[in-house]
Each structure stands twice: as structure tokens, then as C-alpha cells.
């Protein structure tokens, strides 16, 4: 039988020692107050891991998420000590994330789950009917935060007369949004909101006289960040909900073309040479500071460990 040398035990130990330290690290990431519709006192967290792929980047291996990817990633981010997971009905994904959480031994209750509506045809009957998609999918009786998607959700085969003509956009959004607030009166989800609205979009809602949204989740990093919209946000006490933000490989300081992300720009290599982080963690830091809420991209467990040192 091998016997274990002091240098192979104190290595063992090392990794234990780090796997550890890196779990306390993302189990300590801070939690915002969601607010508007959104449970009294619910909190979400700063951190979570986003899974959707990137798809036909030219040049480059397209990042394509399904069940299996899912659950190996949603496995390794539990371990780690990560608690908010971030999906959607498109993203063909969830099973694989139910089944992952399903394996593990945290608590439903400390696990924060975003999903979104807006896989498809969407409406006010048709919300309710890709909610009942999403928390089968999620074997779970509820989803802490449920988001419309898209602010244009008119498509092909809406039954609802508001959904069926892109020139009633505004009356397609209001009418999805008044399902979303039965919703999350009904207790299936703990709180609702938006992505990818911009003011005018946001201003439609506020119109209705009626529950504002608690977060607002769209793409935000030093290649494309909306500083104003941020401080709208901020001053209806929407949350806002970032996502990509280590970059995109489809934007680049001039948003023409296909780029390399913002991990290999020469400055941000320096930020990291001096202050002893990785690429992701400068711009994980970066985002944190302007008090956003972070959803990093990665089936990558050892990246993932990255995110939870940022």
C-alpha cells in the first residue's frame, strides 16, 4: 500500500485548506435588500453564477449550456459556497440545475433562484403557462426572482392581442407585467422584475400605477456600461443586476465586430500584475465597487474559485 509522503499530505491538506477558505469566501459575499415587488426583507445575493452560453462567436468554440454542463456547474458552485443561481425557461438548462441542487444537502430556503420569461411567445396567459414550465423544470414551488426577459417580447404565436404586433410593444409589456405581479402575489415567485429594459421600456411600467419591478438584470462592463440607467434604477430603488461582467466576445470599445473579452486588454493585465488578482477578479472588483449585484459566467470550477476570492 502507498504510504502518503509529508510533502503529498502537506499538499493534500494545502488543497483542503483552500477549498475551504474559498468556500467561506463566497458564503461571506455580501446580500442587497430587494425592494418594490419583492418579499419584505428579501435578500439577494452580490454574487452569482450566470448560465447561459455564448452562442456562434466567430472564430472561437461556442460556449453551449444544457442540462449536463449545468449540473456539473451548478454542483461545483454549491460546493464552493455559492447560493444564487442565475437561468432561464430558453436556456434549456434547468433540469440540470434541480438536479444539481437536488444532490446537494443546502437547504431550499439558502439558495437564490432567478429565472425569466420569455422562451417563446409571450403574453399575459402565456406568462402563466412558462411559469408552470419554469418550476417543474426547477422542481421547486417557487423562484426567489422571475424576470421578463426581453423588453420586445412580441412573437409569433401569442394569444394575447396585445403580443401580436410589434407596434403595441408598450401594451405587450404592460400586459406580461401585470401576469408577473399576479405572480408574485400568488407566492411563485418571491419577487419579479426585469432585463435588458432600458428608461423608456422601465417607463411603461411605472405608468401602470401599479408594483415597480425590484431588479432590472442587463449587461453591464467597461465596454458597455449605462451609468444613467444605473442611477434611475437607483432612484426607484431597482436593484440592478448586471450581467457579462468580465466582457462579452460580440463588444468592443467601438462595437463593431467580434473582440477578445476584457480579460486580455493590456490594463487590465496590469491591474492584475500589481495587485496580485487575475483578470476576473480586477473586473469583478471593479463592478462591486459601483455597488452592482454580479453575474459571472463559468462552468469553470477553478475560475468560479476566482470569483469567490474577487
Not at 493534500?12 to 442587497?32: D, E, R, W
Not at 454542483?75 to 442565475?86: H, K, Q, S, Y
Not at 401576469?179 to 407566492?187: D, N, T, V, Y
Not at 438584470?217 to 448586471?242: G, M
Request: glycine content about 6%.
Amino acid at each position: 500500500a502507498h504510504v502518503r509522503t509529508h510533502s503529498e499530505y502537506f499538499m493534500q491538506s494545502a488543497v483542503v485548506f483552500l477549498l475551504i477558505n474559498v468556500a467561506l469566501c463566497i458564503a461571506k459575499t455580501p446580500s442587497v435588500t430587494l425592494h418594490n415587488a419583492a418579499k419584505s426583507g428579501l435578500q439577494m445575493p452580490v454574487m452569482g453564477i450566470g448560465t447561459a452560453g455564448y452562442v456562434s462567436v466567430p472564430n472561437q468554440k461556442a460556449e453551449m449550456w444544457n442540462d449536463t454542463v449545468a449540473r456539473k456547474a451548478v454542483t461545483a458552485w454549491l460546493e464552493l459556497g455559492g447560493r444564487r443561481i442565475d437561468t432561464s425557461l430558453d436556456y434549456n438548462d434547468q433540469v440540470g440545475i434541480a438536479e444539481a441542487i437536488a444532490a446537494q444537502s443546502v437547504p431550499r430556503d439558502e439558495i437564490f433562484i432567478t429565472s425569466k420569461v420569455g422562451g417563446g411567445p409571450i403574453g399575459y396567459n402565456e406568462t402563466f403557462e412558462q411559469v408552470d414550465k419554469i418550476l417543474s423544470q426547477l422542481n421547486t414551488t417557487y423562484v426567489d426572482l422571475l424576470l421578463i426577459h426581453w423588453p420586445v417580447p412580441v412573437e409569433p404565436g401569442s394569444k394575447d392581442p396585445a403580443c401580436q404586433d410589434e407596434s403595441k410593444a408598450r401594451e405587450c409589456r404592460q400586459s406580461t407585467w401585470r401576469a408577473l405581479e399576479q405572480i408574485f402575489r400568488s407566492g411563485r415567485a418571491l419577487a419579479v422584475g426585469v432585463s435588458n429594459f432600458e428608461q423608456t421600456h422601465l417607463q411603461d411600467i411605472l405608468d401602470m400605477k401599479g408594483l415597480l419591478p425590484a431588479v432590472n438584470q442587463i449587461e453591464y462592463h467597461a465596454y458597455w456600461h449605462e451609468d444613467d440607467l444605473v442611477a434611475y434604477c437607483r432612484n426607484l430603488s431597482i436593484v440592478f443586476n448586471t450581467y457579462a461582467p468580465l466582457g462579452t466576445p460580440d463588444w468592443g470599445p467601438d462595437h463593431r465586430g467580434w473582440n477578445s473579452t476584457l480579460l486580455d486588454l493590456p490594463l487590465i493585465r496590469r491591474l492584475s500584475q500589481k495587485h496580485g488578482k487575475s483578470s476576473a477578479q480586477v473586473l469583478l472588483r471593479w463592478a462591486w465597487h459601483k455597488g452592482l449585484v454580479l453575474n459571472p459566467r463559468s462552468w469553470n470550477a477553478d475560475h468560479m474559485a476566482e470569483i469567490g476570492r474577487a
